[in-house]
């Protein structure tokens, strides 16, 4: 199945790109995701206490099960004042 990953902040810095589409088995979860996108952005800091992930605009654990043609969004959380 392919999911779509939309970057945000520094990590679309990080990668380059805006987006990928990214080809996972079926009943893939968010943690195999992100997992695949370490392997081939081997210098994207995954951190999930430091991210808000969403699918399909809605929150999510890493135990959440994608679905073919679901859109991640990686959402850094910022720090600061």
């Given at each position: 199945?392919?999911?779509?990953?939309?970057?945000?902040?520094?990590?679309?810095?990080?990668?380059?790109?805006?987006?990928?589409?990214?080809?996972?088995?079926?009943?893939?979860?968010?943690?195999?995701?992100?997992?695949?996108?370490?392997?081939?952005?081997?210098?994207?800091?995954?951190?999930?206490?430091?991210?808000?992930?969403?699918?399909?605009?809605?929150?999510?654990?890493?135990?959440?099960?994608?679905?073919?043609?679901?859109?991640?969004?990686?959402l850094?959380?910022?720090?600061?004042g």
């Amino acid at each position: 199945m392919i999911v779509t990953v939309k970057f945000f902040s520094f990590l679309r810095q990080i990668v380059g790109v805006d987006q990928v589409s990214v080809n996972l088995i079926d009943e893939a979860t968010v943690a195999d995701l992100l997992k695949s996108l370490s392997v081939t952005f081997n210098s994207l800091p995954l951190k999930t206490e430091q991210m808000a992930i969403m699918v399909n605009h809605k929150n999510v654990f890493l135990h959440t099960i994608l679905k073919e043609g679901d859109q991640v969004l990686l959402l850094p959380i910022m720090e600061g004042g």
